[in-house]
T-cell receptor
Framework: DAGITQSPRHKVTETGTPVTLRCHQTENHRYMYWYRQDPGHGLRLIHYSYGVKDTDKGEVSDGYSVSRSKTEDFLLTLESATSSQTSVYFC?????????FGQGTRLTVV | AQSVTQLDSQVPVFEEAPVELRCNYSSSVSVYLFWYVQYPNQGLQLLLKYLSGSTLVESINGFEAEFNKSQTSFHLRKPSVHISDTAEYFCAVYGNQFYFGTGTSLTVIP
């Protein structure tokens, strides 16, 4: 299995609080992605990174920010969590011809 | 830009029957094509991929997919399904980033 670790695996938070999810890789892959998975929507890209300090928005980036200060870590921050951000979040890494996924983080905003 | 359409959101099939999960894509550039499988409460795992060469690709557990450039399709097939094939299946394309379909839930009925 590719070395991807997401933390935390589960989190319950209150509306309006900031939340940070962490993705850590040991593969030294250049590309890292954050997706959210919701019923009927499949996987939707939130943000991605193509190198240290190089990030770009995906299709559902509103309300989210990311940072990548080291090759191995990609952080996803919800500045002020809302109930619509209740979802399962997946981190992925790739080197163009294959993507490897973490186990996911189940986030519930109450 | 690329996009992926999975034509069936749910596919029920009896054990040992054949199955086809449909995937169409659109792209203005050459792409790589993938099928991923997600078992309950897990991340996505690569099932098979088409990068170049033979248009028919196979997985180790009996699935196969055929790249059809003229029809822009990459349908997934298995001649005889098992209970253990029950899962969510995602088609994906990679051009400059990964794009995923909305997923097909395959349920194998005993």
């Amino acid at each position: 299995d590719a070395g991807i670790t997401q933390s935390p695996r589960h989190k319950v938070t209150e509306t309006g609080t900031p939340v940070t999810l962490r993705c850590h890789q040991t593969e030294n892959h250049r590309y890292m992605y954050w997706y959210r998975q919701d019923p009927g929507h499949g996987l939707r890209l939130i943000h991605y990174s193509y190198g240290v300090k190089d990030t770009d928005k995906g299709e559902v980036s509103d309300g989210y920010s990311v940072s990548r200060s080291k090759t191995e870590d990609f952080l996803l921050t919800l500045e002020s969590a809302t109930s619509s951000q209740t979802s399962v979040y997946f981190c992925a890494i790739s080197e163009q011809n294959e993507a490897f996924f973490g186990q996911g983080t189940r986030l519930t905003v109450v | 830009a690329q996009s992926v359409t999975q034509l069936d959101s749910q596919v029920p099939v009896f054990e040992e029957a054949p199955v086809e999960l449909r995937c169409n894509y659109s792209s203005s550039v050459s792409v790589y094509l993938f099928w991923y499988v997600q078992y309950p409460n897990q991340g996505l795992q690569l099932l098979l991929k088409y990068l170049s060469g033979s248009t028919l690709v196979e997985s180790i557990n009996g699935f196969e997919a055929e790249f059809n450039k003229s029809q822009t399709s990459f349908h997934l097939r298995k001649p005889s399904v098992h209970i253990s094939d029950t899962a969510e299946y995602f088609c994906a394309v990679y051009g400059n980033q990964f794009y995923f379909g909305t997923g097909t839930s395959l349920t194998v009925i005993p």
